[in-house]
């Protein structure tokens, strides 16, 4: 039996209202199968993520990226499902965007930020979370992401088999609870290398073509990936446990990736990635692993000083650098004054960025 459906959000309160929502980026360390439940983990990080600007405006509009045909069709579908006689009458700026199919769950922190920049627009109150997730048509695999857009921090999905989680109609899809999350240690530091030579990325119909040919996880690959994370990253999660949850980290991603070895070529994502990996090792990054199907490859720091001293041993011709630290708040949503604080300038791309004192 399908859950029962949350009624659409009603009740105009008031004129298209100024907002600002910032989002986080997500690192995913890798799901425990290929297919549903799929299960896993991964943390928010500061920087990397999304702003979004909305303002009133004589129509709906969107400036800020080259390539808005996203933003409009998320726009469409939110009118469809709020059952609105229109689009509000907005300009929604997007102030910042990381590059995107990058390992760093742009897409979905994009696609929650303009539905709930819509609904605030609307002068309409924040529908709930798997409301909006619906919305934003995001959920599908991995939950970390929308997880993480409400509540930041290091996050474990909930793997339980259970009916209702496996529904997949777009009317009906519940999203996959959290199993755990916690704030880690704010000195901490993770630096990103993206490399500039990698140009294949995975997303959309290929995305799908890929997970419909991997074979799913043995039981014992399974049950395997589950104890490292529940006995080993989970613990030393909670403890602030640097050295060991590092290490809990490399190995469990290197293992969730040789569930794709026979798409990847391997645990990671071909040639450029796998050097990337040995590379911030020899250099003494910790836990260092590929997020998601990359080919963002994450190395972790103690302190903003060690991570410092190894991002100026990368060569920023090869490379797209960021610096920063794991971000233990959801996104944040600002109400502004209209016609007092224009858009910030516009950030898109990467580089390298010094984490927050």
């Not at 630096?191 to 991997?214: C, D, M, N, Y």
């Not at 100026?312 to 209209?338: G, K, W």
Request: glycine share 8%; net charge positive; aromatic share 6%.
């Amino acid at each position: 039996m399908s859950p029962p459906k949350d009624p659409p959000p009603h009740g105009r309160t008031s004129e298209v209202q100024t907002a600002a929502i910032q989002t986080g980026a997500r690192l995913h360390f890798g799901l425990l199968d290929t297919a549903a439940p799929f299960g896993g983990c991964g943390v928010m990080i500061e920087d990397g993520g999304v702003e979004i600007t909305i303002t009133p405006d004589s129509k709906f509009s969107v400036t800020g990226i080259d390539d808005s045909t996203s933003v409009h069709r998320l726009a469409r579908h939110w009118q469809q499902f709020v059952d609105a006689p229109s689009i509000p009458s907005c300009r929604l700026h997007v102030s910042r965007h990381p590059r995107r199919h990058c390992g760093l769950g742009s897409g979905t922190q994009m696609a929650l930020a303009v539905c709930e920049a819509l609904f605030c627009a609307a002068g309409q109150s924040p529908p709930k979370p798997q409301q909006l997730v619906r919305i934003a048509n995001r959920g599908h695999r991995s939950a970390i992401g929308c997880h993480g857009y409400f509540h930041g921090g290091f996050l474990c999905e909930e793997s339980l088999e259970s009916p209702d989680l496996l529904t997949t109609s777009e009317s009906d899809r519940v999203l996959r609870p959290l199993a755990m999350r916690c704030d880690l240690p704010s000195h901490w530091r993770v630096v990103i290398l993206i490399p500039k030579a990698e140009t294949s990325l995975v997303h959309g119909r290929q995305e799908k073509q890929l997970f419909a040919t991997i074979n799913r996880a043995t039981p014992e690959q399974r049950e395997r990936l589950t104890r490292w994370l529940r006995e080993e990253i989970v613990p030393r999660a909670k403890a602030g446990d640097f050295n060991g949850f590092t290490r809990a980290v490399a190995r469990y991603n290197y293992h969730s990736g040789e569930l794709f070895a026979q798409v990847q070529g391997g645990p990671y994502r071909g040639p450029v990635v796998a050097k990337t990996i040995e590379r911030a090792k020899s250099l003494d990054g910790h836990g260092v692993g590929q997020s998601s199907w990359g080919p963002g490859v994450f190395a972790w720091f103690e302190n903003q000083s060690a991570a410092s001293d190894f991002a100026r041993q990368i060569p920023t011709a090869e490379f797209d650098v960021i610096i920063t630290r794991v971000r233990n708040q959801p996104r944040t949503v600002q109400s502004l004054e209209s016609g007092n604080s224009p858009p910030p300038e516009n950030t898109t791309g990467t580089k390298t960025t010094p984490a927050m004192k």
